[in-house]
């Protein structure tokens, strides 16, 4: 587990002096000089406190750092809430084929907070790093197919790279940021940003986006603070932002509603359902492209058991799981009419999406048949015992998830009558995301994938782990599954490559793989004083557009 450090005072007052100089520094721009506010410290509730910050690495891949980040260093693309792509470090990609190669034309003014302008070399760098094999990096695909690159111009403003292979998914290359080269050059990019993003050489804060994160006090609180040297638009309105961490989701809705934070982005929950009426709130929701899932691991570990190596116990936990009536309980006020998600490769709004797991309707009696067909008996408390091993399975998730531990007393129940026992193994975020999920230590686990909008992000979770799964954590494994999707990811056309996916999770579901569950819906929620912010349901976040915002009081 990453240790994190407080900062020193003297750190504490660079923080001060840069909110302090840079409040006359912001730059308004036509459109909004009439009416915004300039200044001010906006207070945001995060339910999740990272356990690092280079996004890159598989311990600190979490959702909440991504959205804390994306204001301090950028990409060549930013996701639209529309799924679209905008060019946002660069101001276009050229895409070329027979070879492919991309042609990066990095924006003339784009520079780091330090002056230093973003080039070729940065995106070298980042390369190099995430295909160094020293590092847990999550994913090195598209990446591995590059042969070569070019720098073009004396000013490398601008980079072409020729692939081997045609790679799909080019739009998300160098996401989630391109690393500043200047500053990590020579580091230990396993350790190099544990407890902050600053150049290593000097200890102070770096970023190419409107914010810069300057402070983080583990399991309190995250400070970005106006970045003076950014280059967008205009500069950020805010001075800075700070990311408060409450984790139970209770406290998180009264701190909302009592005025202790002034935006949330909560999982959807029903101590929300009171804020969607309250005066001066502002609530909005949308269907994003996270989905929650019952990751069944069948790995080799004491959390795991061994049963679930069998496709006929995993498909006796799928008929016992009645996930339209938890669909129905979780979301029917903070979401009417979301659907049961059928699939793991695609969210019920995409347009490829296909729902291959609709096979598994409720249905105990036939999950116990499977279980008595293959010699299971069931016991004197009613759990049924396969091959002389209890049918017990340790079931984990997020302490402080409201949502998730009601669902699980409701699985509990439903598996119970089926004779499979689920036993309750919540952890804090700290032990489950940080530690257990990454590392494959569990049996079942109740979370969610967020994912871009672009496929491409299921080769890495479902492939075989030592054939490109490197986020393969329940150690599932199909050499058909792994194929379809590396055909998927080689095929530029949109139409034969979502055919590819889908025959990938077409055989996911009929191996039972892992069970999805549901699409989570976005819920943004915000004081009518918030001005600026807007909701982008996709694995960008609503941190998207935080130079926009702005405090009306």
């Not at 000013?155 to 200047?182: C, E």
């Amino acid at each position: 587990m990453s240790k994190r450090r407080l900062w020193p005072l003297a750190a504490i007052a660079l923080v001060a002096a840069l909110a302090a100089a840079t409040t006359a520094s912001a730059r308004l721009d036509a459109k909004h000089a009439s009416k915004v506010k300039v200044g001010g410290t906006l207070v945001f509730a995060a339910e999740q406190n990272p356990d690092c910050l280079n996004l890159q690495l598989n311990p600190c891949n979490a959702a909440w750092a991504q959205w804390m980040e994306t204001p301090v260093i950028r990409a060549p693309f930013l996701v639209m809430p529309d799924f679209s792509y905008k060019p946002d470090l660069v101001s276009k990609v050229s895409l070329h084929l027979n070879p492919m190669r991309l042609t990066y034309y990095i924006k003339k003014n784009a520079m780091w907070s330090d002056g230093q302008p973003v080039t070729a070399n940065d995106f070298i760098f980042t390369l190099k790093t995430i295909l160094n094999p020293k590092l847990d990096q999550v994913t090195r695909e598209g990446y591995n197919l590059i042969t070569s690159y070019k720098v073009i111009g004396k000013k490398k403003k601008t980079i072409r790279f020729t692939f081997k292979k045609n790679f799909a998914d080019w739009k998300d290359l160098f996401g989630p940021y391109v690393l500043p080269s200047h500053a990590l050059a020579g580091a230990d990019m396993s350790t190099a940003w544990n407890d902050g993003i600053v150049n290593p050489k000097t200890g102070k804060p770096i970023a190419d986006g409107p914010f810069m994160l300057t402070n983080w006090q583990k399991n309190a609180s995250l400070t970005l603070v106006r970045n003076p040297r950014w280059w967008g638009g205009h500069k950020a309105y805010l001075n800075s932002v700070q990311f408060r961490f409450l984790q139970d989701q209770n406290t998180e809705a009264t701190a909302v509603r009592g005025g202790e934070v002034d935006a949330a982005y909560p999982q959807p929950n029903q101590a929300l359902v009171p804020l969607r009426s309250a005066p001066g709130i502002v609530y909005k929701s949308n269907r994003g492209t996270s989905y929650e899932l019952i990751e069944l691991s069948q790995a080799d570990n004491n959390d795991a058991n061994p049963l679930m190596k069998n496709l006929w116990v995993r498909q006796a936990i799928a008929y016992a799981t009645n996930r339209q009536a938890l669909v129905n309980a979780l979301f029917g006020q903070t979401a009417p009419g979301l659907p049961v998600l059928q699939s793991l490769v695609y969210v019920s709004n995409a347009k490829d999406y296909e729902p291959h797991f609709q096979t598994y309707g409720y249905n105990p009696t036939k999950a116990q048949q499977l279980l008595t067909s293959h010699g299971c008996k069931k016991g004197g408390d009613g759990i049924f015992t396969c091959n002389g091993t209890k049918l017990s399975l340790k079931f984990e998730w997020n302490t402080g998830n409201t949502r998730r531990a009601t669902a699980f007393a409701a699985i509990q129940d439903m598996w119970k009558g089926a004779g499979i026992e689920a036993v309750a193994n919540a952890k804090p975020f700290a032990t489950s995301f940080g530690q257990d999920l990454p590392n494959g230590n569990f049996g079942v686990f109740l979370h969610a994938f967020v994912a871009p909008p672009d496929p491409a992000g299921n080769t890495p979770i479902w492939s075989c782990p030592n054939n490109g799964g490197t986020q393969n954590n329940a150690k599932y494994c199909n050499p058909k599954t792994t194929a379809a999707l590396k055909q998927a990811d080689n095929t530029v056309v949109p139409g034969p490559r979502a055919k590819f996916v889908n025959a990938a999770d077409k055989q996911m579901a009929a191996d039972v793989a892992s069970l999805p569950m549901w699409q989570l819906p976005t819920v943004l929620v915000y004081h009518t004083y918030v001005k600026g912010m807007s909701d982008d349901p996709t694995n960008q976040g609503f941190s998207y557009n935080a130079e926009n915002w702005w405090l009306d009081k």
